[in-house]
């Protein structure tokens, strides 16, 4: 049973740290996306990749946000510093575009909580 | 800028019944495709049904099924025989066929409750 992996499930952090979400695509799927969802905004794209090459992220802050594919089976998602309004889930998905729009499968989430 | 919108905030439904869930979008784009995810309390987003705009077959899965009306802009989720595991979240999503974006635009959810 294929499936989008994340971790950790929960992360509790304080305000200024460093904050590292991974995510594992289903095998095989060469799109992955970073979703933001809270109660005020919902869903948001923040990122995605395709073949490991960054196409859009124009939804995340850059000054304190980072996302990298250091291979084909891990995606990495990085708030420094992290603050209060990060508190929210953070989702993967991936997707077999193969150049295509195609369906994403989501991960588990990450609910992320800065106090 | 493509919007979905999902006008029933809430909803409840007894077990066995059928409910429709509405979804409306905005696009000047006519190749699209749609989406249904529902989410539980476990937080896990699953797809629920997918439709391609240029389909007009309606899409079904099992109990589940899509109304499309393209010339209206609609998209509605008729879950039939409803059971207690069909309580979630249902959000509606959008995203435009064509090279460059892939952004899923979502709507802002309907939370169904089926009772016993």
């Known amino acids: 049973d294929a499936r989008v992996t994340q971790t950790p499930r929960d992360k509790v952090t304080e305000m200024g740290q460093e904050v590292t979400m991974r995510c594992q695509p289903i095998l095989g799927h060469n799109t992955v996306f970073w979703y933001r969802q809270t109660m005020m905004q919902g869903l948001e794209l923040l990122a995605y990749f395709r073949n490991r090459a960054p196409l859009d992220d124009s939804g995340m802050p850059k000054d304190r946000f980072s996302a990298e594919m250091p291979d084909a089976t891990l995606a990495t998602l990085k708030i420094q510093p992290s603050e209060p309004r990060d508190s929210a889930v953070y989702f993967c998905?991936?997707?077999?575009?193969?150049?295509?729009?195609?369906?994403?499968?989501f991960g588990p989430g990450t609910r992320l909580t800065v106090l | 800028a493509q919007t979905v919108t999902q006008s029933q905030p809430e909803m409840s439904v007894q077990e066995a019944e059928t409910v429709t869930l509405s979804c409306t979008y905005d696009?000047?784009?006519?190749?699209?495709?749609l989406f249904w995810y529902k989410q539980p309390p476990s937080r896990q987003m699953i797809l629920v049904i997918r439709q391609e705009a240029y389909k007009q077959q309606n899409a079904t899965e099992n109990r589940f099924s899509v109304n499309f009306q393209k010339a209206a802009k609609s998209f509605s989720l008729k879950i039939s025989d409803s059971q207690l595991g069909d309580t979630a979240m249902y959000f509606c999503a959008f995203i435009r066929v064509q090279g460059g974006s892939e952004k899923l635009v979502f709507g802002k959810g309907t939370k169904l409750t089926v009772n016993p």
């Open positions: 998905a991936s997707g077999a575009g193969q150049g295509r729009t195609d369906t994403q499968y």
């Open positions: 696009t000047s784009e006519n190749n699209y495709y």
